[in-house]
């Protein structure tokens, strides 16, 4: 146990004397202000940021977007997975390429849904829901396909009705697999709602950042990114916190 | 015979698409019809017009894939074989995942200016990642019994990691190149489309705003197309690498 | 005859350094025995009895707690060159061809392609697997595998084989069949081989002496020699006398064996 609480004093020791490295270079004159904010002043600007309300509003903006992007994604994901999982023919044709699909750079796509929605939350929430919905529909049907053979051939045994069968072995058996592509439906939604409120400044997280961006704010350019990954970090360590649970219990 | 159904059942399913896109060019009248867009395609591949721009982008891609493999393999190793670095730093290597890292890009810009250096280095940290990770898992997941057996054979440390360890590794870090292959072009990408004055990035940009639309979606297309032959070609030779699959029974 | 292999008094006791579990496991308590040149011994034992710990430490890969491994009339402090381990999981390399599997122990020696290559050979031949040289190991069956790790070992010329239940993975069919195998191979080299198993079967169809081996912390219950005539073939292995032994040491093992279950429940 003392152990692990070295290695968190010494990974927290790392980033404290980078940020310390980086705060002497740029007081030391080696790199410019306009380059590089010296961390105790984007320290400064994020807590007026979060204190002056303006990172709650944007904040709100991302949020909302996120969750319909995530519950559309959810929806259709399952929903997909369990029909590619019941219909083996049509899933076994589409699924490579959907996979194939998700190779490719998909936020590409947003001047598509930009000519058809124009510049707004649909463009986004479009976006999201395409490059989050993959993962989970791969994984509930991997997940579904994957229960162990055995699991099934007891449920018959027992003279399980189909529905009992889906609801009590089938979905269970298959939870963990079906909770990782959750995850990863999760962050995959998150990364495509901040990259199109990036490019298009239509509101949001990606709009706080790109925008000080262009006004040459540098400080405040660096506080609202630190503030983004600090929110997408947390995010995630919670979510995989709800995943280990999961597992946990599953296994 | 399955296999003929399952082509069939593809050609289907982009025959599909095909007609919605068809439906969405009736209702939408200043969306191309698919034919015009593919025809778009081929007369841009002809007229060489895309070339420079797909030669700066390439170029990007090229460099950051190449930055994210040197740097993804030599931390990844540095995190496997070092098990105090590795407990320090795999967490934040694995939250930085979950980050979306276009963020970065406008810091990018700011440091390194408007120029390539900034899409390349947004192509090099989107695609050290997967690099990374793959590298930690290949050195990590060497068959315990095979290093036994080197020690019994009084193996060099140089001796074990030439003839065991690398062998080991060559599948998982190679799917990670594949990976990361994709994300750097992704990266160079997303910098062109924010702040750039050429390549296919640009191109989508540009095309939007003087209206058009056919060109636009057709560079889309390619773009489209260039990644998933890419991506199919190397889980082609990814297959073909089977023998160095470590993982199996008796 | 001259004595190859003497265990002398050794014990090991595992640090426990994850302080989890509070304290050190005493897997070896004392062990004491002799190998003769060219003999076939077998350790039997109960499962968790520290019998893949005993052969590590004589095969140089663990240090002993107490006592001391002499082989060939030298302490062992790591691996001796001329003693050769077969492990039970599968331990070939998956993209090397057999061939090359089998010349791996010298090229870590720094033998000659030349050379390397006719040993290879030679020992792919005397363990049956003449015709499998250029296959890599997924073509090839568990058995085959084995045989293939049995050839690698003596590809090094040891003088003495150690032996990780290497059928362990194997059907029971399989298993008869490659113990015969073994049998022959040993004949025809006459090497001096230490073989762990936990089926009693076994180790009497192969064996000169077995060793049975108490729960963990383990000793050396009863030295039992087996005076069976060579060759072992079913008709000696279903006589009486054969049944009387393996009664024997089943009544020894049972004992122990209801021990391993007894802490397994009560943990």
Redesign the interface.
């Known amino acids: ?1 003392g152990n692990r609480l070295i290695i968190r004093l010494s990974r927290i020791a790392v980033i404290l004397l980078t940020l310390v490295g980086l705060e002497a270079v740029v007081r030391a004159g080696l790199v410019s202000k306009l380059i590089l904010s010296p961390p105790t002043r984007v320290a400064v600007k994020a807590w007026d940021d979060v204190r002056s309300g303006e990172l709650l509003a944007h904040l709100g903006v991302t949020a909302v977007e996120f969750s319909i992007a995530f519950l559309i994604a959810l929806t259709l994901g399952i929903g997909f997975g369990v029909l590619f999982f019941r219909f083996r023919l049509i899933g076994g044709a589409v699924e490579p390429l959907l996979l194939a699909f998700f190779a490719a750079p998909s936020i590409l796509l947003y001047p598509v849904f930009l000519t058809l929605f124009g510049l707004g939350s649909a463009t986004v929430v479009a976006i999201a829901v395409v490059t989050g919905t993959i993962p989970i529909v791969v994984n509930v049907s991997a997940g579904l396909m994957g229960v162990e053979r055995i699991f099934v051939k007891l449920g018959k045994s027992l003279k399980v009705t189909p529905w009992q069968l889906f609801w009590k072995i089938m979905l269970p058996a298959a939870t963990p697999t079906i909770f990782s592509g959750i995850r990863m439906g999760f962050t995959y939604t998150f990364i495509g709602v901040i990259a199109v409120e990036f490019l298009l400044f239509s509101g949001g997280l990606g709009r706080m950042v790109s925008w000080r961006y262009f006004i040459f704010d540098t400080e405040g350019l660096y506080s609202g990114v630190a503030l983004v990954i600090t929110i997408a970090a947390l995010v995630n360590s919670l979510v995989r916190l709800a995943e280990e649970r999961v597992r946990a219990r599953w296994t | 015979m399955t296999l003929y159904l399952t082509r069939v059942l593809q050609l289907g399913f982009l025959g599909a698409l095909f007609v919605a896109f068809m439906g969405l060019s009736a209702a939408f009248p200043f969306f191309p019809s698919p034919a015009k867009v593919l025809g778009t395609t081929v007369t841009f591949l002809t007229t060489g017009e895309i070339y420079p721009h797909l030669g700066i982008t390439l170029y990007e891609t090229g460099f950051g894939f190449a930055l994210s493999i040197v740097f993804g393999v030599a931390i990844g190793m540095a995190l496997a074989t070092n098990r105090t670095v590795g407990e320090i730093f795999e967490p934040l290597i694995l939250s930085a995942y979950a980050v979306p890292k276009i963020i970065l890009l406008p810091l990018l810009l700011t440091i390194f200016g408007v120029g390539l250096e900034a899409k390349v280095a947004n192509a090099a940290i989107h695609g050290i990642f997967p690099v990374i990770l793959n590298t930690v898992v290949g050195v990590r997941e060497v ?1 315990r ?2 290093l ?9 440390r140089w ?1 074990t990691f030439q ?2 360890i690398f ?1 080991s590794m ?1 599948l998982p870090v190679f799917t990670g190149f594949r990976i990361a292959v994709g994300l750097a072009f992704l990266g160079a990408l997303l910098a062109e489309l924010f702040e750039s004055k050429m390549g296919l990035g640009f191109l989508v940009t540009h095309f939007y705003n003087t209206a058009q639309i056919p060109k636009m979606l057709a560079v889309i297309l390619f773009v489209f197309i260039l990644t998933m032959s890419v991506n199919a070609g190397m889980k082609r030779t990814e297959n073909s690498l ?5 993982v ?3 | 005859m001259d004595v190859l292999i003497q265990v002398r008094k050794v014990s090991k006791t595992f640090e426990d350094l994850s ?1 989890n579990t509070g304290g050190s496991v005493e897997a070896i308590r004392m062990i004491d025995f002799e190998v003769r040149r060219g003999e076939f011994v077998s350790l039997v034992g109960p499962s968790g009895c520290g019998k893949t710990t005993l052969l590590d430490i004589i ?3 663990e240090r002993p707690t107490g006592g001391e491994v002499i082989l060939e009339g030298e302490r062992v402090e ?2 001796h ?1 001329k003693a ?2 077969v ?1 039970q ?3 070939v ?4 061809t057999a061939l090359t599997n089998v010349e ?2 010298l ?2 020696r720094k033998v000659d392609s030349r050379t390397r290559r006719n040993k290879a050979l030679e020992v792919l031949h005397l363990v049956g697997l003449q015709g499998f040289e250029y296959k ?1 190991p ?1 073509q090839l069956s ?1 058995g085959m ?1 084995q045989r293939l790790a049995i050839a690698r070992a003596l590809a ?1 010329d040891p003088d003495i084989l150690l032996m990780d239940e290497p059928f362990g ?2 059907d029971e069919q399989t298993r008869f069949l490659m113990g015969l195998e073994l049998l022959r191979i040993w004949e025809a080299t006459r090497k001096t081989i230490l073989f762990i198993t936990h089926s009693i079967a076994e180790a009497i169809q192969l064996s000169d002496r077995v060793l049975v081996l108490s729960m963990r912390p383990s000793v050396v219950k009863e030295e039992i020699p087996i005076p069976l005539p060579r060759p072992r073939t079913i008709e000696t292995l279903t006589t009486d006398a054969c049944k009387e032994i393996e009664h024997h040491i089943w009544d020894i093992l049972k004992v122990e064996a209801l021990k391993g279950l007894a802490e397994r429940h009560g943990q």
């Open positions: 146990m | 068959n019994v095979l036994k057996l080197g020690r019994s054979m009084k193996a060099t001796q003839k065991i062998p060559v089977s023998r160095w699959r470590v199996w029974t008796f | 302080g095969g140089g890969l790591s691996p060159p050769a381990m492990f999981t599968m331990s390399f998956p993209w090397r791996f122990g090229e870590l890599y997924s568990g595998n090094l993975a194997l």
